[in-house]
């Protein structure tokens, strides 16, 4: 993936990714796709593919502390590098 981003003093340049990590606000909104939402907005991980990783305060609404997202993303972000890797265990 690529995204164009402009730096403090103001010059644009483009990234390219193969993952990103993406801090989209307080409220439940989740990129466009096949994430299975909930009435309330919010993006239950269980009921996601195995290989979907919902992280941070995209989870549920109790979960909408700073904190937690951070945790949880790197939670996501551990666990991605270990599947990754084939490193991952069931339990």
Avoid: N
């Avoid at 995204?3 to 990234?15: F, K, S």
């Avoid at 997202?69 to 339990?91: D, F, I, N, Q, V």
């Amino acid at each position: 993936m690529t995204a164009e981003a402009v730096g403090q003093d103001g010059v644009r340049q483009t990234i390219t990714a193969d993952a990103a990590y993406l801090s989209i606000g307080s409220a439940p909104t989740a990129p466009s796709g096949d994430l299975i939402r909930g009435v309330d907005g919010y993006c239950p991980p269980t009921d996601q593919h195995p290989r979907v990783i919902v992280a941070g305060d995209l989870r549920s609404a109790r979960f909408q502390r700073i904190t937690t997202a951070l945790g949880s993303g790197s939670e996501a972000a551990l666990h991605a590098y270990y599947a990754a890797r084939e490193l991952l265990t069931k339990g």
